[in-house]
């Protein structure tokens, strides 16, 4: 199926991570304006090099995404540009796993919620001062397998994942017939370097790759997916 996205402004948090970066290049493949946030400039110029020509349709904004005031700044850059803001597809999160409850600190706790659960909430409450001016747009939040699978050692990480599905999941009622969509995924074990690393000795094979959810991501953004609101999409690979 071809998405075209000509015309449209994305806003990709996240954007250089394992799976952000294939969601942006996705994107910029579809001839969106994309707008991307990151930490590490190093891999923000790795991604503007991957783009080639495309990137002159890639602006990035190197921002912590928990920062209400930082965020709304970068949402005002994307309006006085474009004027519109039509996709917000948030793939930004942290792990914190084989720890039993009885072991798990205050901090680790704190900084799941943040990644997980306040981050999302910072960028939508930010998407949606445009998005319900137009009347329009969509909200992908990418969330994990562990929001419903709960593992023994990840009570931080499994709480937020369930906390921030539950966060869009009433979002999504709360925009019922106001033109916005919103939806999560739910990958399972992403294949990426990272996670590669920290488990030599997986299957790797089975994992959904960062590609093939891109495109799960592309097509809940645009219109062939206009009935489908407030969903919560397993994208779990083979395991």
Do not use: C
């Not at 991604?47 to 005031?69: F, I, K, W, Y």
């Not at 597809?89 to 901090?107: R, S």
């Not at 093939?212 to 779990?236: K, M």
């Amino acid at each position: 199926m071809h998405l075209d996205f000509s015309g449209k402004v994305v806003l990709v948090s996240g954007g250089t991570g394992g799976l952000g970066r294939s969601v942006t290049l996705a994107f910029l493949a579809e001839d969106a304006a994309v707008h991307v946030t990151y930490r590490n400039p190093d891999e923000f110029a790795a991604l503007q090099q991957s783009a080639g020509s495309a990137a002159a349709s890639l602006t990035g904004h190197r921002v912590d995404v928990t920062d209400e005031s930082a965020v709304a700044g970068v949402v005002a850059q994307i309006l006085a540009t474009h004027n519109r803001l039509d996709a917000l597809v948030h793939t930004i999160g942290g792990y914190a796993g084989g720890i039993p409850l009885w072991n798990l600190d205050a901090a680790t706790l704190d900084r799941m919620l943040a990644l997980n659960l306040r981050a999302g909430y910072v960028l939508a409450r930010a998407a949606l001062a445009p998005m319900r001016r137009q009347g329009s747009g969509s909200i992908v939040n990418v969330n994990a397998k562990a929001a419903l699978d709960h593992a023994a050692g990840a009570a931080a990480y499994a709480a937020s994942k369930a906390a921030s599905l539950a966060l869009f999941d009433s979002l999504a009622a709360d925009l019922r017939g106001s033109g916005i969509r919103v939806n999560s995924v739910l990958p399972s074990i992403i294949d990426t370097p990272a996670n590669r690393s920290a488990m030599p000795n997986a299957d790797f094979a089975t994992w959904p790759k960062p590609d093939d959810i891109a495109r799960v991501i592309l097509f809940l953004s645009g219109d062939s997916a206009r009935v489908i609101h407030g969903a919560a999409i397993p994208v779990y690979g083979t395991t």
